[in-house]
């Protein structure tokens, strides 16, 4: 499985569970698109940061993470990151919106 196929499933599992979990859920319902987008892309934003970090000091072997800290390991996350962030979307839009009480 590739990188960007697993950030892929990352943004859909995050859409899926910034809407369904008790309490959290509806809370993330109630705000705004633009907000609920925000706070998706910066969610990812920040796992791909941290990731990056952890490659950066050494753990991505030992997190059997196939990313170096360098110019092409940073390619890499970029890509998968932009594929985190349709698969999030598309999610949303597919599984979540349709079932909104809300559907605006």
């Known amino acids: 499985m590739t990188a960007s196929i697993l950030a892929g499933f990352s943004g859909v599992f995050l859409a899926l569970l910034l809407s369904y979990v008790p309490k959290f859920g509806p809370w993330f319902n109630a705000q705004n698109s633009a907000t609920k987008v925000m706070i998706n892309g910066l969610l990812l934003v920040a796992v791909a940061g941290g990731v990056y970090g952890a490659a950066c000091a050494g753990l991505a072997a030992?997190?059997?993470?196939?990313?170096?800290?360098?110019?092409?390991?940073?390619?890499?996350?970029?890509?998968?990151?932009?594929?985190a962030l349709l698969g999030n979307q598309a999610a949303y839009v597919a599984f979540v919106k349709p079932f909104a009480?809300?559907?605006?």
């Open 62 to 83: 030992q997190l059997n993470l196939a990313l170096t800290c360098d110019a092409p390991g940073l390619v890499t996350l970029l890509g998968a990151l932009f594929s």
């Open 101 to 104: 009480r809300n559907n605006p």
